[in-house]
Each structure stands twice: as C-alpha cells, then as structure tokens.
C-alpha cells in the first residue's frame, strides 16, 4: 500500500490514459465495425482524408484523384494519372489521434483547457496527416525510388514527430503541471 501511495502520480496516469485509450479504440473499433467487411466498404474517415490529400496535391500543382479499389477496402491514389499509392484505414492517423488524446488526457488538467488542447490537436493532426498523405503521393510519383524512405520512415516520423512536440508543449506549457511541480 505504501508503494500506491508513494507514486500516486504514477498510477493515476497509467489509470487515465491505459482507460481514455482503451475506451478510445473501442469507440473507434465500433465506428469501423458499422462498415461492410463483406463488401470491401472503406470507412468514412478514410475516404475523407484521401479525398482532401487529393485536393492538397491538386492545389500545390499536379493533378491527383482517387478511385475505390476493387475487392478492398481502400482508395488507390493517382498523381498525374499515375496510380501511385494505395490509401487504407492505417492512413486516416486515427489511430495517432487516439494516442495523443489519451496522453493529453493523462496529463489532463481543466475541462476548458484540456478540451481545447485536444481539439486543437486533432484539427492541427488531420490537417497536417492530410499533407502527409498528399505529399507521399507526390514523392512517389516524383521520387519512386525513395518510396520505401518516404513511405516507412520520413513521413512516420514526421507524424510521430509532431505527435511528440505536442506532449512536450502540453506538459512543459499548457497542462499547468509545470507549475504546480514547481511549488
């Protein structure tokens, strides 16, 4: 008992995030379940994040769109009528998303300032997984041979990158634990 109430803090973290990220992805687990397996149905969020990436590459100049892939549920993803990529639920960074929360979460502090900074959070995630997804697409289509490169290490540590920086500001800025550390 003595070792619980010497690092309470331990464990009330461990508490809240090991529970905001189980109940995260099975939230999320539910919403993917509401699509045809049967049918090779890609999920809503995976579409959105295809078809926005396609609208980034457009707007920086090539042309890109996507069409459903047959018999999977995925999006294949052309650059100048190149088929260059392959757009699957793994590239809609819900699963990045779910994982930030519930650090943010751990290290909650005001319902206002907690809710905000993980809102903010999600938009700047999405927004920046979408030129991610669209910026991959161009390399593969410009730069094949660094697709590999691209694709397994430079753009997941980019996303993972950012992920991190988050924590570090919300930890060390935002939280207010700082502070309250500091006293």
Known sequence: MDVLRKNRAFFLFLLKFGGSYLVLSLVYWAYLSRYDAATFEADGMTHLVAEQASGFVNLLGDKAHIEKKPFEA???FFVNDRRVARVVEGCNAVSVI??????IVAFSTTFKRTSLYILI????LHVLNVARVGLLGMG?????????LLHDIVFPLFIYGVVFALWVAWVMKFSGNKKKNAA
């Not at 779910?98 to 650090?103: D, E, K, M, R, S």
């Not at 593969?140 to 590999?148: C, K, M, Q, V």
């Open 140 to 148: 593969l289509y410009h730069y094949n041979e660094y697709g590999h």
């Open 74 to 76: 995925s999006y294949f």
């Open 121 to 124: 959070g999600i938009l700047l």
């Open 98 to 103: 779910i994982l930030f929360v519930a650090f």
